[in-house]
């Protein structure tokens, strides 16, 4: 148990629908990312908050949108994704962003678009 | 650019040591750590390096240099479920998290 949970675990699409991913974390932090994990290719840092307010945005296409409403809880709006979004998206937290930032991860949702 | 390079897949057998190596270019340094990532599961830290030397935490040490942008991951003892992937990842200027591919460790009786 990492504190860091993530729903749905799994999820299926088709490109035109629109669905959500949604984090939680139980450990007091200030700072939540989201990561696409790609078979055999390194994390990709898509979004991270810090005190509900968005820091990063790595070039994300729009179809991707964030949201944090409090430091607790990170969304990831999905509409009109493409095939080569299936993936597994994490969500991580950490106390801020500072220098030692360890980042506590979420166990994933593992997406499939179709 | 910022690169991680680290080997995609390694095997070694039950009991022995098992020595991953990592090595980075990067735009500053603040540290590097180490995540373990069981298939299916969330990446979960390992390890920690911000100065030249080794660390060691029971069956597993991390090593930094630097100078040479070089770190590896050593696992003693080994046991199948260190089977896993290990990921490198090195905090730069801007206290971003850099990741490497990650190296797939397999195991075998």
């Known amino acids: 148990e990492t504190g860091v949970t993530q729903t749905p675990r799994h999820l299926v699409m088709g490109m035109t629908n629109k669905k959500s991913l949604k984090c939680e974390q139980h450990l007091g932090h200030n700072a939540m990312y989201w990561y696409k994990q790609s078979a055999k290719k390194p994390l990709e840092l898509m979004f991270v908050?810090?005190?509900?307010?968005?820091?990063e945005n790595n070039s994300v296409p729009s179809r991707f949108s964030p949201e944090c409403p409090n430091s607790s809880h990170l969304f990831l709006h999905l509409h009109t994704l493409q095939p080569e979004d299936s993936a597994l998206y994490l969500c991580?937290?950490?106390?801020?962003?500072?220098?030692?930032?360890?980042?506590?991860f979420g166990p994933g949702t593992r997406l499939t678009v179709l | 650019g910022q690169n991680i390079d680290q080997p995609t897949e390694m095997t070694a057998t039950e009991g022995a040591i098992v020595q991953i190596n990592c090595t980075y270019q990067?735009?500053?340094?603040?540290?590097l750590f180490w995540y373990q990532q069981h298939a299916g599961e969330a990446p979960t830290f390992l390890s920690y390096?911000?100065l030249d030397g080794l660390e060691e935490k029971g069956r597993f040490s991390s090593f930094l240099s630097r100078s040479k942008g070089y770190s590896y991951l050593l696992l003693k003892e080994l046991q199948m479920k260190d089977s896993a992937s290990y990921l490198c990842?090195?905090?730069?200027?801007?206290?971003?998290?850099?990741w490497g591919a990650g190296t797939k460790l397999i195991i075998k009786p």
């Open positions: 990842a090195v905090l730069d200027s801007n206290y971003q998290l850099i």
């Open positions: 991580a937290s950490s106390p801020g962003l500072a220098e030692y930032n360890e980042q506590f």
């Open positions: 990067t735009s500053g340094f603040n540290g």
């Open positions: 908050y810090n005190f509900k307010e968005q820091t």
């Open positions: 390096n911000v």
